[in-house]
């Protein structure tokens, strides 16, 4: 064996050690050495979809007037919030999927509190920027402004209160207080200078100190209202309020007239770049409301779930029996060569991470069968060259070279075909589609790699010094040449 083949041996070995690492584990965490410090950690839990685990699937539609256009971006971006809130929840493996210009798919396996998953989705994600005078408020708190918040469907209205758009002067809560007709206390309302309609962006930084912050730009109308809103509130407390709760409440030290500003309050990595995002990203661009939601049990059960998996099990063990009594010792390195397959794509599923659904498992079992198909291939040429009278070696580099353009076009002409029913499923919202596609293209490329690299390494490892003349009957063919 050459050392080119020993190479590749090496890599494989080392492959299935991860695969099996993998395969084997619920959870995997690499330490560094130096300071026991963990460097990942990563659940890679096998994850089950809707119908084999049951749960949550909900229909949202844009909350606006149908003849409303809703562009594919704004769309994307709402998707992607609503994802961030589902998290938030601790809603894991969560799948949204726009379906068409107007839907957003969205599934929640395993969810135990549908009611409090579909009021989050409800939610419109208000961002304010809020005057609360001389007297800070604490994180946290649930506050109520002047900004108009429409109570029949929960959305914000489209433009604030008409004195938001210029700085005009807000009672303090202390100054509410000794005025007899004010509101009381618990009910201040404080005044909205603006909204996340006005932010253009905000990222992660640092201040003064080397301490993480968070660091915005506004627009060009917002560079306008807040210049002059903190030329005359310096040394006051300007609350950064998201859905009526106070993010933040820093202190205007100077005035802001260059539509940049910086959020300080004692934040690590994590806490700034959470605000970042909920800074920048805090308002849906397109209004949601709920079409459809309903529970969904499983369909299939744990029995049936066990059912399928023990065919899948047998269905593999018939392939593997077959490429052994029909290709002899080639067949046997096929098998090794499938179950390298099997731990590769299993351990690339759990690492992803691949949901699972009943067509998902369809689609790997199905690339089982490319994987499988490739082999024969290589091993009916590899039969012809030996009929030929090549030496092993030789026939082993020509069956693998003349098999190559059938497997690479069949498992081309397979990846179209994925791709297209990832887009039909991805457009469309059809999840089981599109987890049938990425199942059955993810095992496609690997069972290419099994076949290109591992058989042929395998092929090359035990039979380069090997008598073809003392064993026929190994290769299939017969007691004579």
Known sequence: MNRRNTNWLILILVLLALSLWVDLSKQISIVNPFNSKPLLTRNVDVRLGLDLRGGLQTLLEADLPTNSSVSSEDLAITKQILESRANALGVSEVVMQTAGERRIVAEFPGVSNPEEVVASLQQTGLLEFVDMGTTPVDPGTVIKTD????????????????????????????????????????????????????????????????????????STDGTKIFADYTGSHTNQYLGIVLDKTVISAPVVKNPITDGQGIVEGGFNAQSANELA??????????????????TIGATLGEESVRKSLMAGMIGLGVVILFMLLYYRLPGFIADLALIVYALLTLALFKSIPVVLTLPGIAGFILSIGMAVDANILIFERLKEELRAGRNLRQAIDLGWSRAWPSIRDSNTSTLITCLILYIFGNTFGASMVKGFSITLALGVLVSLFTAIIVTRTFLHTMLDNMKLGDHPRWFGLGDAQ
């Not at 397109?286 to 939601?293: D, M, W």
């Open 147 to 218: 900004f108009a918040q429409s109570e029949t469907d929960g959305t914000a209205a489209a433009t604030a209160t008409p004195d938001s758009a210029q700085p005009t002067p807000t009672t303090a809560p202390d100054q509410a207080a000794a005025t007899p007709q004010a509101t009381p206390p618990t009910e201040t309302v404080y005044h909205t200078v603006m909204t996340g309609a006005d932010l253009k962006e905000a990222h992660v930084s640092t201040n003064q100190a080397g301490q993480p912050a968070v660091s915005f730009t506004l």
């Open 277 to 294: 995002i909920q800074l920048r990203y805090g308002s849906l661009p397109v209004p949601v409301k709920v079409v459809e939601s309903r």
